[in-house]
């Protein structure tokens, strides 16, 4: 695939695109990177190719390779300061804007012709792109990473990405995504690490993964952290949410969330561990490992709302790897499903939520409507809360 598009692939400049690039991307040229301490950076251990590309000029994507069905052990970074598209951005908010900046999008997938595209042992590093007047006071402008444009079995393995989209809000244009599904079935991403950061520390990174209109999306064994303003998050895709927009019947199993959204942040961009808008059938999470860093009492491991039919959610957990939210939820795995949600009577049923733990003995749910002035009478081994504000 080296040379398949245009001279934004190209391997000449490979001194420039290296001092230009990030400290992560050079690791990866000697085949390993390591992001965050995590230890998962042997995922792209077998790293054989660089590449380097410049500006969003192949249809508003980096790298836009129809042609191509697959990615193996590669290396791709966008150079930095490269952009002539930051007048492309939407300014926030702008009511059924999204942004349409992307770094890389594979196979001729569109709505009459789905492929299967395999991406294993991706490194995807994105930089700082030059200023938009959407969003003058960040660093640079917003862009998505990977898209799964209209994708058909899809699998994204074994893969890192590092600060692959840059992002501000937690609502379109601003929210932008490292894996973007749209329109996809049977997505499959295992083994990934989804980091928020640029090697210096900064968060930038909006959403870890979004899929939106996405048809039994999976995500397992899979690390997402770091994020600036956003979560794990199965949504819609368009206007006005309908069946035929909606994401159904998502899965994740041992996924491992930590830190995203910053606690420096206005209250409304502290969000959850997985968040679920609008999804329709049924929702299953396998043994999650979520830890939130912020304490408020709407604070919440999972989000749920929705103006379609209520999804059917199973969860099974083990209690001690749930942590974070207020200290009154004693622990607990709390997740928010609000009377109203963006101004409409919220669909999904309280009653069809069930929560077990690994021996698959349910646990009960405690509801709330308020903040609470003294620790609940649960235990995090026997009950979850459900704050119903």
């Known amino acids: 695939m080296a040379g398949t598009g245009t001279a934004a692939e190209t391997a000449a400049g490979t001194a420039a695109g290296v001092a230009a690039s990030d400290a992560g991307t050079a690791a990866a040229a000697s ?67 999204t942004n349409p900046l992307a770094l890389l999008r594979l196979g001729p997938n569109n709505s009459r012709s789905g492929k299967q595209v395999i991406v294993d042992g991706l490194v995807l590093t994105g930089t700082v792109q030059p200023k938009s007047a959407a969003n003058p006071l960040r660093p640079g402008h917003n862009y998505h990473g990977l898209s799964v444009y209209w994708g058909r079995r ?30 996809d079935v049977d997505t499959y991403i295992s083994t990934v690490e989804v980091d928020g950061r640029t090697v210096a520390g900064t968060r930038v990174g909006g959403s870890p993964i979004g899929f939106n209109a996405s048809t039994r999306p999976v995500v397992e064994d899979s690390y997402l952290h770091h994020s600036l303003v956003s979560s794990l998050t199965f949504s819609t895709a368009g206007g006005t949410p309908s069946m035929a927009t909606a994401t159904s019947s998502p899965t994740t199993r041992r996924v491992r969330i930590e830190h995203n959204a910053n606690t420096k942040m206005a209250p409304g961009f502290r969000f959850t561990g997985i968040n679920h808008e609008h999804v329709v059938g049924d929702i299953t999470h396998i043994l999650p490992k979520i830890s939130i860093d912020w304490w408020e009492w709407t604070a919440s491991h999972m989000f749920f709302g929705t103006w379609l039919p209520s999804a059917r959610v199973h969860i099974t957990i083990d209690p001690g790897e749930i942590s974070g939210g207020h200290p009154n939820n004693q622990g607990c795995l709390t997740v928010a499903i609000p009377r109203l949600f963006n101004g409409r009577a919220n669909g999904q049923r309280v009653t069809d939520v069930v929560v077990q733990d690994v021996s698959g003995r349910r646990l009960r749910a405690y509801i709330i409507t308020g903040a609470q002035s003294k620790p609940m009478p649960v235990d995090r081994e026997t009950h979850f809360i459900v704050n119903a504000a």
């Open 31 to 97: 085949g390993v990177v390591t992001v965050g301490g995590s230890g998962y950076g042997a995922i792209a251990a077998n790293v054989t190719r660089r590449v380097y590309g410049r500006n969003f000029s192949q249809s508003n994507y980096c790298w836009y390779l129809p042609s191509t069905l697959s990615v193996r052990n590669a290396s791709y970074t966008i150079t930095p300061l490269t952009s002539t598209k930051a007048a492309l951005v939407p300014s926030q908010p702008s009511p059924g804007a």
């Open 154 to 183: 899809a699998k994204i393995l074994n893969s890192t990405f590092i600060a692959a989209e840059w992002g501000d809000s937690n609502s379109p244009p601003g929210e932008t995504f490292q894996i973007m599904g749209y329109h």
